[in-house]
């Protein structure tokens, strides 16, 4: 739908055969959310996932193997809250596979999906970093 935006729990897609292909979704993380569960399946060695946010600087997510299914938890912190996250999935520039599925889940602590949107409410997340002097 032009200009629209359309949310889903659980993201099923199939990888880029495009090795200089970047692939993004959005979640939204409420106030009340202060941890999220990252889960994949089936990554295949097939890149690697980035989560960026006003806190979170491309941290690496662990992906899964072949037909196995991963979960890794990131704390959320008080500059995260009601804001969006920006999940990258980035394609293995060495190894060219094709045709690949994969499956993508975020949850909260309580284990409930957070949506994702196609476009991210307040625009992209930009890191905001925190310097410290002694």
Known sequence: MRGGNFFTYKYHFRFSDNQKHVSQIYPFVDDKTISIEVSNFDWDNDGIIRIFS?????????????DKWIIRKFPIVEEEKNTTIEIQFIKNKTV?????????????????SLP???VPIGGVPVYSPKIRMK
Do not use: T
């Open 54 to 66: 006003v806190a979170k600087n491309g941290i690496l997510c662990d992906v899964s193997g072949e």
């Open 96 to 112: 060219q596979i094709r045709n690949n599925n994969v499956v993508v889940a975020v949850r909260n602590q309580y284990g409930i």
């Open 116 to 118: 994702f949107y196609v």
